[in-house]
C-alpha cells in the first residue's frame, strides 16, 4: 500500500534562525508590526510503499535521521496520512 508521509524539518528552537530573521524584518518594513517571530523550515512529502502505517513511519524516521535533516541543529515530526 502506498501512504503519504508529511516530514516537517524545524530549526532547533534554542538556535537562531537567520532566514526567520530576514523575513521577520521584512514583515516589519511591509508595516505587518503584528508578527512577533518567525521560523522558516521545510515540508517534505514522501510517498511509501509499506505493508503498514507504522512502517511507513519507520522509513520516513529513518529518512529523516539520515538524510533530511541535520539533528544537530534541526528536529523533524512526521505525519502519516
Known amino acids: 500500500m502506498t501512504y503519504n508521509v508529511d516530514v516537517k524539518v524545524m530549526p532547533l528552537k534554542d538556535?537562531?534562525?537567520p532566514q526567520g530573521k530576514a523575513v521577520l524584518g521584512g514583515l516589519a518594513n511591509l508595516g505587518m508590526t503584528a508578527v512577533s517571530d518567525v521560523r522558516?523550515?521545510?515540508?517534505?512529502?514522501?510517498?511509501?510503499?509499506?505493508?503498514?502505517?507504522?512502517?511507513?513511519?519507520?522509513?520516513?524516521?529513518?529518512?529523516?535521521?539520515?538524510?533530511?535533516?541535520?539533528?544537530?541543529?534541526?528536529?523533524?515530526?512526521?505525519t502519516v496520512g
Do not use: P
Open 15 to 17: 538556535l537562531l534562525d
Open 40 to 78: 522558516i523550515g521545510k515540508h517534505i512529502n514522501l510517498q511509501v510503499e509499506a505493508s503498514s502505517a507504522e512502517e511507513a513511519r519507520a522509513i520516513a524516521e529513518e529518512a529523516g535521521k539520515k538524510l533530511l535533516a541535520n539533528q544537530v541543529m534541526e528536529y523533524f515530526e512526521i
